[in-house]
């Protein structure tokens, strides 16, 4: 089981250096894009969309990231007045009551929403910008996967924790 926990939690670190690479692009492209509006009078409405889908994506990988580094929000008021041994229990009840099912409900519930946007490869409604609207819907289920298995990573970590210290 600790070898699923490895192989989910690698997948999730390289997604961490896309994270980095898209906020570092994003912060360019905002830079840029304020430079020529102002200095030069030129704006980009796919630019602007671009910056758009980075941060959609910063967003939506980041979640599966803060839940390997036990960064997303808990109820820190009673959480950190417990012992190890009821933090990890709440750890587990929460990630598998609470977080698996919203991500399993949300991959259920975009695949209509994707799969109608790939089929008439939905684009921006705006003129000039990005006909990419499919590959960004699709973004939605995969955020979905990666939090159910880091999920599941994290589920296996704490139980390993509560056999072993607890």
């Known amino acids: 089981m600790n070898n699923i926990s490895k192989i989910i939690d690698y997948i999730t670190e390289r997604m961490s250096n896309f994270l980095i ?16 509006r102002f200095l030069f009078n030129i704006s980009s409405i796919a630019i602007q ?3 758009m ?13 803060a839940i390997k580094k036990n960064t997303h929000i808990k109820i ?11 933090k990890t229990l709440v750890s ?6 609470f977080i698996i099912p919203t991500s399993v409900f949300i991959i259920y ?3 209509d929403m994707v799969g109608q946007s790939w089929l008439i490869l939905e684009g921006s409604s705006e003129a000039n910008g990005l006909d990419l609207v499919f590959i960004l ?8 996967l990666l939090i159910f298995l880091q999920s599941i990573s994290e589920i296996i970590k704490y139980i390993e ?3 072993n210290e607890c």
Not at 53 to 65: C, D, T
Not at 76 to 86: A, T
Request: proline share 2%; no cysteine; charged share 10%.
């Open 92 to 97: 587990i009840i929460g990630l598998f009551f």
């Open 53 to 65: 889908y980075l941060h959609a994506f910063v967003f939506l990988f980041g979640l599966s990231y």
């Open 21 to 36: 690479i898209a906020v570092l692009l994003m912060i360019a492209l905002i830079f840029f894009s304020i430079v020529f």
């Open 76 to 86: 820190d008021i009673i959480y950190s007045k417990l012992s190890k041994r009821y």
């Open 161 to 163: 924790i509560y056999i």
């Open 109 to 111: 519930i975009s695949q």
């Open 49 to 51: 969309e671009l910056v």
């Open 137 to 144: 819907k699709s973004f939605i289920p995969l955020m979905g």
